[in-house]
């Protein structure tokens, strides 16, 4: 019987011992918002401190817009003269290089076109051979003034038949310089005004379309530039040739800096301005439309700042960690400003709490050591 007990006092002895390790494990909850790591928890937290240092960070406003493109990157595509679509294979998303085929298209239009071409073409060279035949009579007093000025008059005529005819030929896309009576067609090409990327296909073989259609649109996304809407209130920090960092929604880490280069003159109905900002670096995922957040600087201020690493959000509010002793830190909240070079502006904190040491790098870890301790109370 004794020996029972000795076993059992052990046992309990040892349990307690075990459940004195596993307490000295986790982190120790002292008073609201504040934590104490031991040993372990402090090496493997990574936390550095220091204390909070004045910096130049610039300041801003916060806008947003959208990509957009100018009138020049965008080319709306149509048949001049109509006709019936006999060849096309483009689909939208593929890439087109100024100049190439993009459809041909049949008009019976366009020989008669020709063929008002070549016989005014004809009469302009008759023309020209009994003016210069009349103008020689007229030196030796062979022929009066009056036939002589008709038949400059007729060549001029012919001329400018011929001239016009010739500007519908390269409308149509046809050379009236290489124009003969052997090659005469009645098919014409319609070909890419702009180097970019097919936005839109209305058209398919056998279709017949009018001048007014618009069979492709094709858009220049390597001049793509930044529209951003700025309120009244804000109009007057705005100036040409700004700093501006734009990121979207779906990567706000990812920062793309850009430059005001325009800034519209006139409000719209909400009493906003466009500004238009030019990029300084961009990628292919950057299409016409994507909705984007801005930050506009507008001049540099010293500024109470902490390294990023020190910041935390937590519930919708932002903490820094001030370190009261060794392994003990405590929460406190703060409004944060820009971030700039690494470093985010802080306030909110008395001219005594500016001057304490605060966790500069590992902020998160304390603020998971704090909750967990928090949800198994």
């Not at 459809?103 to 051979?129: F, G, H, R, W």
């Not at 299409?287 to 919708?316: K, Q, W, Y």
Request: charged letters at 25%; hydrophobic letters at 35%.
């Amino acid at each position: 019987m004794k020996k029972i007990f000795l076993i059992i006092l052990s046992a309990v002895a040892f349990s307690s011992c075990s459940k004195e390790k596993v307490a000295e494990k986790k982190a120790v909850h002292t008073t609201e918002n504040e934590v104490v790591l031991n040993d372990t928890q402090y090496k493997n937290a990574g936390i550095e401190t220091g204390t909070l240092e004045g910096k130049e960070l610039a300041s801003g406003i916060t806008v947003n817009g959208s990509i957009d493109i100018p009138p020049q990157s965008v080319a709306s595509v149509s048949a001049p003269f109509g006709g019936y679509i006999k060849y096309t294979k483009w689909m939208p998303g593929e890439h087109i290089g100024k100049g190439q085929v993009l459809a041909t298209i049949e008009n019976p239009e366009l020989v008669q076109i020709q063929q008002d071409y070549l016989l005014a073409k004809s009469n302009l060279e008759y023309s020209q051979k009994d003016y210069s035949r009349q103008r020689d009579l007229n030196q030796s007093q062979a022929s009066s003034d009056k036939v002589m000025q008709q038949a400059l008059n007729q060549r001029n005529n012919h001329m400018i038949n011929m001239r016009a005819l010739g500007e519908k030929l390269r409308i149509a896309g046809i050379s009236p310089e290489s124009l003969t009576a052997n090659n005469i067609k009645r098919v014409t090409t319609v070909v890419s005004p702009i180097d970019g990327y097919i936005s839109s296909v209305n058209a398919n073989i056998g279709q017949f379309v009018s001048p007014a259609d618009k069979i492709f649109e094709i858009v220049n996304t390597s001049d793509i530039h930044l529209v951003l809407k700025v309120f009244e209130k804000d109009l007057d920090k705005i100036s040409m040739n700004q700093k501006v960092i734009a990121y979207t929604n779906q990567e706000p880490d990812k920062k793309f800096e850009a430059r005001i280069v325009l800034i519209s003159k006139d409000f719209s109905a909400d009493r906003s301005v466009l500004i238009h900002c030019h990029f300084l670096n961009t990628e292919p995922h950057l299409l016409p439309g994507t909705f984007m957040n801005a930050e506009v600087e507008t001049n540099n201020r010293n500024s109470i700042a902490i390294p990023d690493g020190g910041v935390v959000a937590f519930e919708g509010k932002q903490y820094i960690f001030e370190e009261v002793k060794p392994k003990t830190y405590r929460m406190v909240p703060v409004k944060i400003g820009n971030s700039e070079h690494g470093y985010t502006e802080v306030s909110g904190l008395t001219p005594e709490q500016t001057s304490k040491k605060w966790v500069t790098k590992g902020a998160y870890n304390l603020l998971m050591a704090l909750k967990n301790v928090e949800d198994e109370e």
